[in-house]
């Protein structure tokens, strides 16, 4: 599954094109889609940054994204971990 982030905490991540490497009972990771020499897609020995699920308070589902925020924040922008949209993949 590939994803973009539409919004972030870390303002350099918006706009990547993620792809997951793994998904678990605790989260998902995920390296920088076409670039394995980029730091996040290095990390936690080459399965990427983690993404972790939290709380189902967390998340928000909602015009074809699935956006995470701070735990025990409110549904703000300002509140935002992560927004991402899944891209459908060609067949």
């Given at each position: 599954?590939?994803?973009?982030?539409?919004?972030?905490?870390?303002?350099?991540?918006?706009?990547?094109?993620?792809?997951?490497?793994?998904?678990?009972?605790?989260?998902?990771?995920?390296?920088?889609?076409?670039?394995?020499?980029?730091a996040?897609?290095?990390?936690?020995?080459?399965?990427?940054?983690?993404?972790?699920?939290?709380?189902?308070?967390?998340?928000?589902?909602?015009?074809?994204?699935?956006?995470?925020?701070?735990?025990?924040?409110?549904?703000?922008?300002?509140?935002?971990?992560?927004?991402?949209?899944?891209?459908?993949?060609?067949?």
């Amino acid at each position: 599954m590939r994803f973009k982030i539409i919004d972030h905490c870390r303002i350099e991540c918006i706009g990547e094109i993620r792809q997951v490497t793994m998904a678990n009972t605790q989260g998902l990771y995920s390296v920088v889609d076409g670039q394995p020499d980029h730091a996040i897609s290095k990390g936690n020995d080459g399965r990427g940054a983690i993404l972790t699920w939290e709380k189902a308070s967390s998340w928000e589902f909602r015009d074809g994204l699935c956006t995470q925020y701070f735990t025990h924040e409110a549904h703000t922008t300002e509140n935002v971990a992560i927004s991402f949209r899944i891209l459908e993949e060609a067949v």
